[in-house]
């Protein structure tokens, strides 16, 4: 049996993430590590295996013992819009994902896997791209970090709590992009939440 833990559980693939975990067999329990407390709609626990942990993610260095599990699921994140500066941008997408690898290879996890972006490249003009691609390099460099993993969805489909206008977009008009983008234009399709979730679960170590 394997435990797992999640950060960035109440967004769209971190919510799909949590109910396909649960359900997993392999897992006997997941800790949520979380800003406010959960909804006890929001996710199918018939085995009880959820932990919800509400924390202030500015101190997250503070609760390192979490990070005692077998898996480590980052689904962190934000928009320019959501943060509202550059600087809180950065603060969720770089530096969350950055201390939260490193309390990771501390308490010596067996794996580490976050969401990065289609794109990503630490040399790109566009903020976002690169904060996600600094991220990247950030991590992969860290020594004694073994079996981290970055997904890098384009588009995410999925049902939101929240309006996103190029999300809704790439909701109406999914089946177009996927007759025509094709070859080296694949990666950029829009991606369900569930299949990044998969594909998570997927790159962790189980052995």
């Given at each position: 049996m394997k435990s797992a833990m999640v950060l960035g559980a109440t967004g769209l693939v971190g919510r799909t993430l949590?109910?396909?975990l649960l359900q997993d067999r392999r897992y006997n329990e997941v800790t949520c590590l979380v800003r406010k407390p959960l909804s006890s709609s929001m996710f199918n626990d018939p085995h009880n295996r959820l932990k919800p942990v509400v924390i202030d993610f500015d101190n997250l260095q503070d609760y390192q013992g979490y990070f005692s599990v077998n898996h480590v699921y980052c689904c962190l994140g934000t928009t320019l819009k959501?943060?509202?500066?550059?600087?809180?941008?950065?603060?969720?997408?770089?530096?969350?994902?950055?201390?939260?690898?490193?309390?990771?290879?501390?308490?010596r996890a067996?794996?580490?896997?976050?969401?990065s972006s289609v794109?990503?490249?630490?040399?790109?003009s566009n903020f976002y791209l690169r904060v996600k691609g600094e991220l990247e390099n950030a991590i992969m460099r860290m020594p004694q970090l073994p079996h981290?993993?970055?997904?890098?969805?384009?588009?995410l489909l999925g049902e939101r709590d929240e309006s996103r206008t190029l999300e809704d977009i790439a909701q109406k008009t999914a089946p177009i992009w996927q007759s025509i983008m094709k070859g080296p234009l694949k990666k950029y399709?829009?991606?369900?939440?569930?299949?990044?979730?998969?594909?998570?679960?997927s790159l962790q170590r189980w052995k």
């Open positions: 949590v109910n396909m959501k943060a509202g500066s550059k600087q809180a941008f950065r603060r969720v997408d770089f530096e969350y994902v950055h201390v939260a690898a490193q309390l990771t290879r501390a308490q067996d794996s580490f896997v976050w969401i794109g990503a490249d630490a040399k790109s981290a993993s970055a997904v890098r969805p384009s588009l399709r829009p991606v369900h939440a569930v299949d990044v979730a998969r594909n998570m679960m």
